[in-house]
Nanobody, 122 residues
Framework: QVQLVESGGGLVQPGGSLRLSCAAS????????MAWYRQAPGKQHELVAI???????HYADSVKGRFTISRDNAKNTVYLQMNSLKPDDTAVYIC????????????????WGQGTQVTVSS
């Protein structure tokens, strides 16, 4: 059974920083892409950042230059460093693992974390 567990969310003042982590556990051999999405009240589910196994990254325009996604393939963990946070960044941040090769499964699979709350407020 594969699980994604996020950590690092919380309350921060505008202009502050947070670092989110998402660790995938289970018999994972490889994860093609890992990503962070966010869901804010009254807004659409939004892709924040994505990173391939080789380290290629892509960011939403709203976070470019402020957020950095990285991963540790040996630990099946993805990180999101968030700087210069704004109130509009307030959301539940959800980790995604796509194209996961898992021992005992014939097909690659997609997994989601439960989410971690990030609140930016003074």
């Amino acid at each position: 059974q594969v699980q994604l567990v996020e950590s690092g969310g919380g309350l921060v003042q505008p202009g502050g920083s947070l670092r989110l982590s998402c660790a995938a556990s289970g018999s994972i051999l490889r994860i093609d892409t890992m990503a962070w999405y966010r869901q804010a009240p009254g807004k659409q589910h939004e892709l924040v950042a994505i990173i391939t196994y080789e380290g290629t990254t892509h960011y939403a325009d709203s976070v470019k230059g402020r957020f950095t996604i990285s991963r540790d393939n040996a630990k099946n963990t993805v990180y999101l460093q968030m700087n210069s946070l704004k109130p509009d960044d307030t959301a539940v941040y959800i980790c995604n693992a796509d194209g996961a090769t898992v021992a005992g499964l014939l097909r690659k699979s997609t997994y989601w974390g439960q989410g971690t709350q990030v609140t930016v407020s003074s």
